[in-house]
């Protein structure tokens, strides 16, 4: 018989619960949360660390990209900072520069912020875990 991990199933269900809304603040805590781990990794000089969480956030930000609904016009401005993000993100992999890191971390979080006031704009619930911003690594 197998134990499944406590945490592993937490996290499955509440990946498997959440709204449209919540996943993709999940998503861009994710970014951020690798994005991080980027910028320790470029500050260590640990070159593989650095790459593989920047390859986990360029995933995220292809994904994004990817299910963006292009019959609104505000899908544009993120496809264009989506775009914006890939190109610096090549760049900071290729040149492992934490400066580059730090400027995609710092949209990073802006775009996160301004997800959670469209979220509260439309009256959908942002759950208090997303409220501290622990962006922690």
Not at 98 to 111: A, C, D, G, R, Y
Request: aromatic share 8%.
């Amino acid at each position: 018989m197998n134990k499944a991990n406590p945490y592993a199933q937490y996290a499955n269900n509440k990946v498997l619960s959440a709204s449209g809304p919540e996943l993709t603040l999940m998503l861009y805590e994710g970014a951020i949360k690798f994005c991080n781990r980027a910028e320790n990794a470029c500050e260590k000089k640990d070159i593989e660390g650095a790459h593989v969480n920047i390859r986990k956030v360029q995933n995220i930000i292809a994904y994004l990209r990817e299910t963006l609904n292009m019959k609104y016009a505000t899908a544009q401005d993120f496809e264009n900072i989506y775009s914006y993000l890939d190109r610096r993100l090549v760049e900071a992999n290729v040149s492992k520069d934490v400066e580059i890191i730090k400027e995609i971390n710092k949209h990073l979080h802006s775009v996160r912020d301004t997800w959670i006031g469209v979220m509260k704009a439309n009256n959908v619930p942002v759950p208090n875990s997303y409220m501290n911003h622990s962006d922690a690594v």
